[in-house]
């Protein structure tokens, strides 16, 4: 049973970094073929993709967001850690870990397991 | 990026009502076209991908068409349990992108 969960601040100051952890069960950040990603979701709005990181530690970056946005893993730990810099008021929302589909291809990336979010206010 | 736009925005309807959702991409995505669901305080869930394959222990009420740039997610006969917000991503190219959603509330 493949579960995520995400870990982390719910309020920062603007200008801070924002770290949030994810924490999967079920599968193995090693294994071939797996990748998770962060999305975000603005209230009232569509989901957003920002970051992805495969098995092999290839990384993929909104390019919108890019120059802010760092993913990692740990494998031994199961935790897969993305960092937000210069928060800002427009990046309060909900963020979700989800785990790529593995029923398709390498740069074919949808989301079939998603954490249950993790609500973030930006605000001094 | 390729942009994906959902129509209507809000659709009201009935329990017993086939409804039909349409999403269009700004350029060719061949069949690389998923559907989610997402109800309030909750997390999208994936219904369908690759334009009509149901995930796991999705109904048969739901089905997906379509290919290209334009695509239809039909539910059948709208259940109870079916009143939420139904959003498409493309993922033919990155980076992959929503659409806005489509809100369907009780008529």
């Known amino acids: 049973q493949i579960t995520l969960k995400e870990s982390g601040p719910t309020l920062v100051k603007p200008s801070q970094t924002l770290t949030l952890t994810c924490t999967v069960s079920?599968?193995?950040?090693?294994?071939?073929?797996?990748?998770v990603g962060w999305l975000r979701q603005a209230p009232g709005k569509a989901p957003e993709w920002l970051a992805l990181?495969?098995?092999?530690?290839?990384?993929r970056y909104s390019p919108s967001l890019q120059s802010r946005l760092t993913i990692t893993k740990d494998s031994s730990n199961n935790q897969v850690v993305l960092t937000v810099t210069n928060m800002g008021p427009e990046d309060t929302g909900t963020y979700y870990c989800?785990?790529?589909?593995?029923?398709?291809?390498?740069?074919?990336?949808?989301?079939?397991?998603w954490g249950p979010g993790i609500r973030v206010t930006v605000s001094s | 990026d390729i942009q994906v736009t959902q129509s209507p925005s809000t659709l009201s309807a009935s329990v017993g009502d086939r409804v039909n959702i349409t999403c269009r991409a700004s350029e060719s995505i061949s069949s690389w076209l998923a559907w989610y669901q997402q109800k309030p305080g909750k997390a999208p869930e994936v219904l369908i991908y690759k334009t009509s394959r149901l995930h796991s222990g999705v109904p048969s009420r739901f089905s997906g068409s379509g290919s290209g740039t334009e695509f239809t997610l039909t539910i059948s006969s709208l259940q109870p349990d079916d009143f939420a917000t139904y959003y498409c991503?493309?993922?033919?190219?990155?980076?992959?992108?929503f659409g806005q959603g489509t809100k369907v509330d009780i008529k």
């Open positions: 990181i495969y098995w092999k530690d290839d990384k």
């Open positions: 079920g599968f193995s950040l090693s294994s071939n073929s797996v990748a």
């Open positions: 989800a785990h790529k589909s593995q029923t398709v291809g390498y740069y074919l990336v949808f989301f079939d397991y």
């Open positions: 991503q493309q993922y033919q190219s990155y980076s992959w992108t």
